[in-house]
């Protein structure tokens, strides 16, 4: 009998807390992360995540669910507490890894609702069942597990078997990737309107109600059967590679994505963010890539929507951490469709703090809202007329010993069935035309439409 499970269950009492949050870990063989995501399709595929770091370094994928975390009112602070209790009722060796929560946050809970996005509230988390966690060229598996109940011994030993089942299917069955089902509708929806929208903005901008405004819009595809979840991870996790890739299932959805952009993470007390604004796309040879390059150090509408946002960043930085390093000058960060302007910011995080304070502190920055934030907010529920769902949201996770890590969730679609919504916007300035901007957000369409095979826009 597990020891933990026992012994170790008299120590929860002194908490006040009754659920018991049990975490048992195993090291093994290297797994691929979406082999062990495609395992669990047959008993948990409306309760999967997926997640990787730009650099690759860290590696998540979640099956099932220990427990779900929602919120609404208070949404930020809300999670926080939940978490904070589960973790106060944690029984788990030194040798187990920390449990994951995983999830994200709407864009603006405030703002109208479509149906497509009925299954996300405005905040979801998830504590998986089963955890697979790649870091530092290891790889772990935890077996996640809440209960009120006194003898949960057995309810474990059963885990162990599901787990062990889900490792085999995924080291040793052939992962099988459909081929990507046609596309047999591409439909530009409500595009008049948003034409109509940016040149009405620009004008109120004009007239100095706002700085900037962020205005998105959105794209239908409609395949003829239903698009294998994991392939569509596969497709934008090759095609985009210098992205952070995530993807977060709820129920029949998918909502996944490859964006540039982190928001935070906290790291053995250290905090990190990018400022990432301003942009042009890549070139088709080297030459005219570094020309294009140059061309958006120098140009003053794209350094002004940057440094917005250092601006920002920097701020929120100086309240919640006790150093601030921030480079003077963007540099080029480049994907493989755009490239854009990037500063780096680091911070030593005071005591007390947590990763959902800087999360709430940080959404949305003036690269996906405007500035000032609550006018812009104002404009974009006013005049954007589309619910950006969890789009543009804050996506990611936290542990139970404070690390973490939140991305901005651009460049991404929602995935129903046979259709596929996919959503791009950009910062709506003084000197803004509305060609121009259109012809910016088909560069962001780019890397969702291509792994899902749609026609893209020259």
Known sequence: ????????????????????????????????????????????????FFWQNADKTVKLVGLGQATVLTADDNRFESISLQ?????????????????????????????????????????????????????????????????????????????????????????VEEFTLTAKPDVVKQTELETDRYMKTVKRVTSQIKEQVAEKVVIARKIKLTFEKE?????????????QSASYHFGLQIGQEMFFGATPERLVEISNGQAYSACVAGSIERGKTAQEDQQLG????????????????????????????????????????????????????EGKLAENMDIFRLVEALHPTPALGGVPRTK?????????????????????????????????????????????????????????????????TWVKFRPVLRALGGRLHD
């Open 1 to 48: 009998m597990n020891w933990k499970l026992t012994d170790r269950a008299n120590m929860v009492s002194a908490t006040g807390n009754n659920a018991r949050f049990f975490t048992e870990t195993i090291e093994v063989e290297t797994l691929s992360p979406l082999a062990f995501f495609e395992a669990g399709h047959s008993h948990y595929g409306e309760d999967r």
């Open 83 to 171: 978490w904070k209790a589960l973790c106060d009722g944690l029984i788990k060796e030194e040798k187990d890894m920390n449990p994951v929560l995983f999830g994200g946050f709407s864009f603006d809970p405030q703002t109208r609702q479509d149906d497509e996005w009925n299954s996300f509230p405005a905040a979801y988390f998830s504590v998986p069942l089963f955890q697979m966690k790649i870091e530092k060229g290891k790889t772990y598996v935890s077996i996640n597990y809440l209960t009120e109940e006194p003898q949960a011994a057995s309810d474990f030993e059963a885990l162990r078997h599901e787990r062990d089942r889900l490792i085999h299917i995924a080291q």
């Open 227 to 239: 698009f294998q979840k994991a392939a569509a991870l596969h497709a934008i996790t090759n095609e």
């Open 294 to 345: 140059e061309i958006l150090l120098r140009d003053k509408k794209n350094r002004e929507e940057h440094q917005y946002v250092v601006d920002m960043i920097t701020k929120v930085f100086s309240e919640f951490c006790t150093s601030l390093q921030v480079n003077k000058t963007p540099k080029l960060l480049k994907v493989r469709d755009i490239q854009h302007l990037f500063t780096p910011v």
């Open 376 to 440: 812009a907010l104002e404009m974009i529920r006013e005049e954007e007329q589309m619910d950006r769902g969890f789009y543009a949201g804050p996506i990611g996770w936290t542990d139970a010993a404070g690390n973490g890590e939140f991305a901005v969730a651009i460049r991404s679609g929602l995935l129903i069935g046979k259709d596929a919504y996919l959503y791009a916007g950009g910062g709506i300035v003084a000197d803004s035309t509305p060609t121009e901007e259109y012809a910016e």
